[in-house]
């Protein structure tokens, strides 16, 4: 649920909140809403003139869906992919005319629900697909569905070689089918030779389904050159900063910044130990500054530096300082010595994501992938969008 601070300048206020006040939490989870849509024409423009949708799974990889869906269709996005039926109905009230494909398929039974809320679904097997003619001829529901081959993942999917004779439905008026796509396996190695089979593939598809829209390429695919967009391209990562392209520089804008603040600052003799199972040891008198967040709001557990394995940075006083120790669920431990006492008060802030700290900069100190993070961040923070 939006909301909107009565209390603030007029600049601020007008970004949208959500999550508890400020005051009453650790962290602060903002999107720059403006960022995404930049970025989202950034893609569009490299795979021209494929169409550009978007991926909004898992509350828009955990940017929030409502007000990144919204500044994406303002921005010209018109067709939005989510994972389940839920994620579509909370899209749908946003959007209204929007098209969205639900890409975790037909739960048993739940046909009906796709034509309640006007989605389609992104169809991965046979009985998926006798279920939704059975329902499309009981209802008279004429709304469409994807088909989804299998060319190389191995997850979900209609195998290829049942495309000749699904493609045969075509010829009949009314078919239901509107777009037919495949996921890449290995777009973000662009060497792997997964990729040309993948794009050769779909070629085949395509000649079996002249007149329905074809899609591959997420966002790394969009960097494999113009064999891999076809009709429609599909980004996820990319739009939220994410990097597309990990083999060069990221083309791509920040979006998020997580920040907390300051609650205590000690200092410790060398020799003495830092947080959980004592896994880091002062050098050096250390002034600690313990910042009010943690690994329940999303913050990686891993992140820290220990005795024996290079962690990772905050911002404090605009130095980039190491966290030291073990991320604790509420509390993390920064190596502040070097910030000037104005910097490192109780109160002051820290940004652990932000000031070029990126999402996979965080996520590779994290040992885990940009998705992991971002769809993990904010669950108990203070929102904010910036548009």
Known sequence: MLFRKDNLPASVDDAPTAGPPEAEVGAVLSVDCAAISRNWKKLGNHAAPADCAAVVKADAYGCGLEPVTTALFAAGCQTFFVAQIAEARALREALPEAT??????????????????????????????????????????????????????????LAPEEAAAIAERTKMQNHGISLVMSHFSASDEPDHPLN????????????????????????????????????????????YGGNPTPWTDNPMEPVVTLTARIVQTRIIPSGATVGYNTTWTARRETHVGIAASGYADGYPRPAGTSNTLTGGYAVVGGQRCAVIGRVSMDLVAIDVTDVPEHGKRRGD?????????GIDELA????????????????RAHRVWKR
């Open 100 to 157: 969205v494909y639900v890409t975790n398929g037909i739960p048993t039974g739940a046909a009906p629900l796709f034509a309640e809320i006007n989605a389609q679904p992104v169809i991965g097997n046979l009985a998926e697909l006798a279920e939704w003619d059975a329902f499309r001829t009981g209802s008279n529901w004429q709304g469409g569905a994807a088909l989804h081959f299998d060319t190389g993942m191995n997850r979900l999917g």
């Open 196 to 239: 040309a089979t993948q794009i050769q593939l779909m070629r085949d598809i395509r000649q079996l389904f002249r007149n329905i829209p074809i899609s591959l390429a997420n966002s790394s695919g969009i960097f494999l050159g113009a064999g891999a967009y076809f009709d429609v391209v599909r980004p996820g990562i990319g739009l």
């Open 349 to 357: 802030p820290v940004t652990l994501l932000g000031e070029g700290i």
């Open 364 to 379: 590779a100190w994290g040992r885990t992938i940009s998705w992991d993070v971002l769809t993990r961040l904010g669950r």
